[in-house]
C-alpha cells in the first residue's frame, strides 16, 4: 500500500494527528475534568512501542503534523523515548506538544533537544489565587518559570493557550495579551467546548465568545486579522508594536470544521475522528492482536475516515455534546 493519502468524504485532506500519552494530569482545570477523575489503568494505555507504530502509520498514510497532548503529556515518564523514535521520520514537517508547563523548568531543553519545534503553554491567568482556582492546584509560580524555561530553550515558536470564561478570567484578556506579546510569543484564546460533564459552573453563563474578546482586546490593542490562513482551527491578529500574534479558536461561535485537516488518537488507542463526537474506532485492539499487520491498520484508519462528520454540533454551550472530557481525547 504505497503513497496512500487520507481524505475523507468531504474532500479534507487529512495530514495532521494529535496523539495523546497519557490522560493523567497534575492538574484538575474546572473546564477539563472533575477533581475526583478517573484515570485509565496504565496496562490499558498505548506503550511508547504502540504509540510509535500509530505515529508511523499514520506517517506512511501521509500525516506531516504531530502534535504529542494528553492529559499532560510532560508526566508521561518515558515520553523521550516516544520523542526519540519520532525525530527519526524525516517526513514530518511539525512535531509539537500541548503542555501546562508545569515541568518545563526540568525538561524544555531536553524537548527542544529531541526534535520537538513548538510548545503550546497553557496559562488561564496570572494571579495566583485565581489560577489556583481554574487547575485546581497552587503552581502559577511553577508554570511561570516553566514559560521562561522553553523561552531559554529556543524551540521555533511559542504558544500560550487561554481558556476565558465570564466571572473567571474575562477581566484578564488584556494582561494575558501582554504578557505573552512581551515576550515575542502568539497568545490564542478559547471558547470553552461542552465536553465532559462539569458541576463546578454552568457553561451557558461562563461562555464568552471570540468576538466578546476580540472586542475588549481592541480597547487597547491595534489589531489586524491575518488573511493567510495557518490550517488549524486558529483566526490570527497582528497586533501593532509586536511580532506575537493573538489568535481565536472559536468553536462555538465560528464553525471552523470546513478547514478540518486532523484526527485524534486516545492514550488507550481510540481513534477519534472529531471533538464532538463519541464514534471511535479502537486501534488497540488491533495492534494487540495477534496476527497483527500495518497493513491490516492502514486499511481500518483508511476506512475510519468515512466516519469523519462535516461538523461538530458544539451550538449550545450548556448541553453536553460528548461525554469524554478533553483529557482523555487530547486536547
Ligand atoms: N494538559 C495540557 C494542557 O493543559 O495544555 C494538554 C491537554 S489539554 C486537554 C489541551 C488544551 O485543551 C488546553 O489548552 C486546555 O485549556 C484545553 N481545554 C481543556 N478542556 C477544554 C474545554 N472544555 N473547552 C476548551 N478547551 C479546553
Ligand atoms: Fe490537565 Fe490540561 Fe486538562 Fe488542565 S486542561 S486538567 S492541565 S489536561
Same mark, same amino acid.
Given at each position: 500500500?504505497?503513497?496512500?493519502?487520507?481524505?475523507?468524504?468531504?474532500?479534507?485532506?487529512?495530514?495532521?494527528?494529535?496523539?495523546?500519552?497519557?490522560?493523567?494530569?497534575?492538574?484538575?482545570?474546572?473546564?477539563?475534568?472533575?477533581?475526583?477523575?478517573?484515570?485509565?489503568?496504565?496496562?490499558?494505555?498505548?506503550?511508547?512501542?504502540?504509540?510509535?507504530?500509530?505515529?508511523?502509520?499514520?506517517?506512511?498514510?501521509?500525516?506531516?503534523?504531530?502534535?504529542?497532548?494528553?492529559?499532560?503529556?510532560?508526566?508521561?515518564?518515558?515520553?523521550?523515548?516516544?520523542?526519540?523514535?519520532?525525530?527519526?521520520?524525516?517526513?514530518?514537517?511539525?512535531?509539537?506538544?500541548?503542555?501546562?508547563?508545569?515541568?518545563?523548568?526540568?525538561?524544555?531543553?531536553?524537548?527542544?533537544?529531541?526534535?520537538?519545534?513548538?510548545?503550546?503553554?497553557?496559562?488561564?491567568?496570572?494571579?495566583?489565587?485565581?489560577?489556583?482556582?481554574?487547575?485546581?492546584?497552587?503552581?502559577?509560580?511553577?508554570?511561570?518559570?516553566?514559560?521562561?524555561?522553553?523561552?531559554?530553550?529556543?524551540?521555533?515558536?511559542?504558544? *500560550?493557550?487561554?481558556? *476565558?470564561?465570564?466571572?473567571?478570567?474575562?477581566?484578564?484578556?488584556?494582561?494575558?495579551?501582554?504578557?505573552?506579546?512581551?515576550?515575542?510569543?502568539?497568545?490564542?484564546?478559547?471558547?470553552?467546548?461542552?465536553?465532559?460533564?462539569?458541576?463546578?459552573?454552568?457553561?451557558?453563563?461562563?461562555?464568552?465568545?471570540?468576538?466578546?474578546?476580540?472586542?475588549?482586546?481592541?480597547?487597547?490593542?491595534?489589531?489586524?486579522?491575518?488573511?493567510?490562513?495557518?490550517?488549524?482551527?486558529?483566526?490570527?491578529?497582528?497586533?501593532?508594536?509586536?511580532?506575537?500574534?493573538?489568535?481565536?479558536?472559536?468553536?462555538?461561535?465560528?464553525?471552523?470544521?470546513?478547514?478540518?485537516?486532523?484526527?485524534?488518537?486516545?492514550?488507550?488507542?481510540?481513534?477519534?475522528?472529531?471533538?464532538?463526537?463519541?464514534?471511535? *474506532?479502537?486501534?488497540?485492539?488491533?495492534?494487540?492482536?495477534?496476527?497483527?499487520?500495518?497493513?491490516?491498520?492502514?486499511?481500518?484508519?483508511?476506512?475510519?475516515?468515512?466516519?469523519?462528520?462535516?461538523?461538530?454540533?458544539?451550538?449550545?454551550?450548556?448541553?453536553?455534546?460528548? *461525554?469524554?472530557?478533553?483529557?482523555?481525547?487530547?486536547?
Amino acid at each position: 500500500m504505497a503513497d496512500v493519502q487520507l481524505v475523507d468524504p468531504f474532500g479534507r485532506r487529512i495530514d495532521y494527528l494529535r496523539l495523546s500519552v497519557t490522560d493523567r494530569c497534575d492538574f484538575r482545570c474546572i473546564y477539563c475534568m472533575p477533581e475526583n477523575m478517573r484515570f485509565s489503568a496504565r496496562d490499558e494505555l498505548l506503550s511508547i512501542e504502540e504509540l510509535h507504530e500509530v505515529a508511523s502509520t499514520f506517517i506512511a498514510l501521509g500525516v506531516r503534523k504531530i502534535r504529542i497532548t494528553g492529559g499532560e503529556p510532560l508526566v508521561r515518564k518515558d515520553l523521550n523515548r516516544l520523542l526519540s523514535k519520532l525525530a527519526g521520520h524525516t517526513e514530518l514537517t511539525d512535531l509539537a506538544i500541548t503542555t501546562n508547563g508545569t515541568q518545563l523548568v526540568e525538561q524544555a531543553i531536553e524537548l527542544h533537544h529531541l526534535g520537538v519545534q513548538r510548545l503550546n503553554i497553557s496559562l488561564d491567568s496570572l494571579s495566583r489565587e485565581r489560577f489556583a482556582l481554574l487547575t485546581r492546584r497552587d503552581k502559577l509560580e511553577k508554570v511561570l518559570e516553566g514559560i521562561e524555561s522553553a523561552i531559554g530553550a529556543g524551540f521555533k515558536r511559542l504558544k *500560550i493557550n487561554s481558556v *476565558i470564561q465570564r466571572g473567571v478570567n474575562f477581566d484578564e484578556v488584556y494582561d494575558l495579551a501582554i504578557f505573552a506579546l512581551s515576550r515575542g510569543l502568539d497568545i490564542s484564546f478559547i471558547e470553552e467546548m461542552p465536553l465532559g460533564v462539569v458541576n463546578s459552573h454552568d457553561r451557558n453563563k461562563t461562555l464568552v465568545t471570540s468576538d466578546e474578546v476580540l472586542e475588549r482586546l481592541s480597547d487597547n490593542l491595534d489589531l489586524a486579522p491575518i488573511v493567510e490562513r495557518t490550517g488549524g482551527p486558529s483566526k490570527y491578529y497582528s497586533v501593532r508594536g509586536y511580532d506575537g500574534r493573538i489568535g481565536f479558536i472559536s468553536p462555538y461561535s465560528h464553525n471552523f470544521c470546513g478547514a478540518c485537516n486532523r484526527v485524534r488518537v486516545t492514550a488507550d488507542g481510540k481513534l477519534i475522528l472529531c471533538l464532538g463526537e463519541d464514534n471511535a *474506532i479502537d486501534l488497540k485492539r488491533i495492534l494487540r492482536d495477534s496476527s497483527y499487520s500495518r497493513d491490516a491498520m492502514k486499511s481500518k484508519i483508511i476506512d475510519a475516515m468515512k466516519l469523519k462528520p462535516a461538523a461538530h454540533g458544539f451550538d449550545r454551550a450548556d448541553e453536553v455534546q460528548v *461525554i469524554r472530557f478533553m483529557s482523555a481525547t487530547g486536547g
